[in-house]
């Protein structure tokens, strides 16, 4: 038997499904797809090397080896919660950018306000990654490709992809090379990918605020581009055209302290899962 690839979200499940006695309950419980928690606890059960869960038209139940895997989750989860307690009891600074902490994860940044030594909000990467790199954050949420540029020991887990829109007064094309843009300043992923995309220095104006930006868009024959999350706010009174998928960001979470990963993720999660319900 081997044992690997255990997550902390791989336990919770399979104690839920344990729990429940059934897998598409379990599912609507944890607000996930059947076939993907059919999947995993396959993988799982091909690592440990043997059968974990007896199925029938009845539902599940635990084998001999599945309620030995389920008395140990139920205490690795608990010794886990007891981590994040003496490990939160020394309040972290968390940084990311603007879009992140205003719209995708703004309740969860919300819920947690007294939970974080700093919540530090920057649209300048350079910025996030040098306070990451001096030890001034302890956790980071902001675009994978910038993992390169992080020192030390961290631990890193992918979230989400997410699209980019052009936004303008009037109706606007996607050939970037004929628009005049306000973008956020040269640190920011999108002002790169322009630049590479055709769009000439001269016609390029940067500010570092979303409202202000869009305000001048209102206002004048220039265009922006946000990420859809912050995009879809405007999308009542600005004309919006998704980019190609290859201007689209893969965002990251990287922490300092890889037992946190797990429960960062689990927060996340959870507050994602009450967003959708809304």
Known sequence: MEIKNFSADLLQIF???????????????????????????????SNVGTELLSRSAKGVTLTQAG?????????????????????????LAFG????????TYAGYFARHLTDFREIFISNDTKLLTDRFNRGKLEALIMDQEFGADLTGDFSEKN?????????????VKDDLSQLKLILYPSSCPIHHKVLENGLAESQLKVIDFA???????RKSDYSTILPAALAQKYANELQLVQLPER?????????????????LIELIGYQEANHSQQ
């Open 247 to 263: 201007f689209n960001r893969q965002i990251a979470l990287f922490t300092r302290f890889s037992a946190l990963d797990s429960l």
């Open 159 to 171: 979230l989400f992809e997410e699209a980019y829109f052009l936004l303008s007064k009037n109706l």
């Open 15 to 45: 104690i839920k499904v344990a729990d429940e006695g059934s897998i598409s309950q379990a599912a609507e419980a944890l607000y996930l797809d059947p076939s993907s928690i059919s999947r995993r606890l396959k993988n799982l059960e």
């Open 211 to 217: 409202e202000s930006t869009v305000s001048f868009v």
């Open 96 to 103: 990311t950018y603007d879009s992140i902490a205003s719209s």
């Open 67 to 91: 309620k030995l895997l389920y008395d140990f989750a139920l205490n690795f989860l608990k010794n886990l919660t007891e981590l994040e307690g003496q490990l939160m009891s020394q309040p």
